[in-house]
């Protein structure tokens, strides 16, 4: 797997979401399945897409005890997904368990990636909500440590952190990270926080992009996805 960019299919349901991809012709983005279209519309889904061609981050964020995420593991392995994700917070045994029930008879299995700390989770929260007193970024470091030695392939993290991640963990470890935006005068970064355009995000070495509403909310979002393509994997 090379660097790409994964398009963020955050729809409410089937017809919406086929509606867009059926816009990009002949092409066919990596896309990004999330909880709202899984929930909504089942497994389902995800065989259709997969039967369209493209190939599929299935982003579910498992977190719970060790058996239960192994069980779950095993039932998205046979969804013949590409990329697929679990908290670093449910700890390494979980983490191990995750990757046993992934891992198919013949040992090939889809990538697994760990979120560390959502982007969504600031200093302040991370103190007051979840009693962890340690810099928020040797928290997202340990957690990526965490998941290396469990035997994940990488992390979800904010671009921000892509080059850190890579120092702490290897090169070869994957940065997958969403908060991209492009550098338009006036274009509001929605509720993301810290945001990196394309190109930056290839500066500073993230491996995958993930990119929802600057191509899903475009007037053209296959010249808005050839232009994430263009200044990251260009
Ligand atoms: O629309 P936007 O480009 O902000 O979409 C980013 C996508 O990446 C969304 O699907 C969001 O859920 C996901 N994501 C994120 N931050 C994380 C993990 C996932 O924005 N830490």
Redesign the pocket.
Known sequence: MGKDVIV?C?FAGAAETFAFLDRFSGRKPFV?I?MELFYAEGPEIVRQIRRRGHRIFL?LKLHDIPNTVKKTMSVLRDLDVDLVNLHAAGTRRMMEAALEGLTRPDGTRPMLIA?TQ???TDQTAMEEDLWIREPLELVVLHYARNARDAGLDGV???PLEAAKVHEACGAGFLTVT????FADPGRAP???KRVMTPAEAKRVGSDYI????????AEDPVAAYERCLREFCG
């Open positions: 963020a955050d990004k999330g982003d979120v959502l982007t969504s979800v993290c904010s969403p908060g991209v935006r929605d509720d993301q993930v990119v929802g509403r600057p191509i899903t909310a």
